[in-house]
T-cell receptor, first 115, second 112 residues
Framework: EPEVTQTPSHQVTQMGQEVILRCVPI?????FYWYRQILGQKVEFLVS????????KSEIFDDQFSVERPDGSNFTLKIRSTKLEDSAMYFC?????????????FGEGSRLTVL | QQQVKQSPQSLIVQKGGISIINCAYE??????FPWYQQFPGKGPALLIA?????SEKKEGRFTISFNKSAKQFSLHIMDSQPGDSATYFC???????????FGKGTKLTVNP
């Protein structure tokens, strides 16, 4: 069964460092997303991406964040100058395959720890 | 503004019992009402979803009940099994947007 894969599964970084989280969405999907979940809190939308541009973003997704689809398979989230409060589980998701039911398919997440 | 309120925060049920989780929302523009299931160490996965043109949808042991006037929808798990132990999120959205608005989650534990 096709799945969304994310790397790394866990990254520890120092405050102020740049981090890139990588995702390989399901191959025939057209819409890509990043969500995050701070420990013990709800899952929050960060950004959606379609046709090589951001289609929607939340208030959380400020200039510190950027997304990119550098090639036909990867979708990345870059966090510049990480802060302590960026520590969270980051989930990539994709949707919009041929059946396009509206279902989002999530990866297993990348846990980011900022020290 | 808290758009989505989910209850209870945690739920313990005996095997074979019925689990009921509720979600209340404020945004009347929501038109897609899914429940996501998340196991530890995994991402959320769609369990069942409903659109507002029907009041109930059943898939196996899982049923969504939708009350448009009360702005609520609920998940019922019949004959609950230990394998159902997970965190459940309601995550409504609107107008074709895939910006899901997640509730805070309900941790379900089904005892054998």
């Amino acid at each position: 069964e096709p799945e969304v894969t994310q790397t790394p599964s866990h990254q520890v970084t120092q405050m102020g460092q740049e981090v890139i989280l990588r995702c390989v969405p399901i191959s025939n999907h057209l819409y890509f997303y990043w969500y995050r979940q701070i420990l013990g809190q709800k899952v929050e939308f960060l950004v959606s991406f379609y046709n090589n541009e951001i289609s929607e973003k939340s208030e959380i997704f400020d200039d510190q964040f950027s997304v990119e689809r550098p090639d036909g398979s990867n979708f990345t989230l870059k966090i510049r100058s990480t802060k302590l409060e960026d520590s969270a589980m980051y989930f990539c998701a994709s949707s919009g395959g041929p059946s396009n039911t509206g279902e989002l398919f999530f990866g297993e997440g990348s846990r980011l720890t900022v020290l | 503004q808290q758009q989505v309120k989910q209850s209870p925060q945690s739920l313990i049920v005996q095997k074979g019992g019925i689990s009921i989780i509720n979600c209340a929302y404020e945004n009347t523009a929501f038109d897609y009402f899914p429940w996501y299931q998340q196991f530890p160490g995994k991402g959320p996965a769609l369990l069942i979803a409903i659109r507002p043109d029907v009041s109930e949808k059943k898939e196996g042991r899982f049923t969504i009940s939708f009350n448009k006037s009360a702005k609520q929808f609920s998940l019922h798990i019949m004959d609950s099994q230990p394998g159902d132990s997970a965190t459940y999120f309601c995550a409504p959205t609107q107008g074709g947007s895939e910006k899901l608005v997640f509730g805070k989650g309900t941790k379900l534990t089904v005892n054998p």
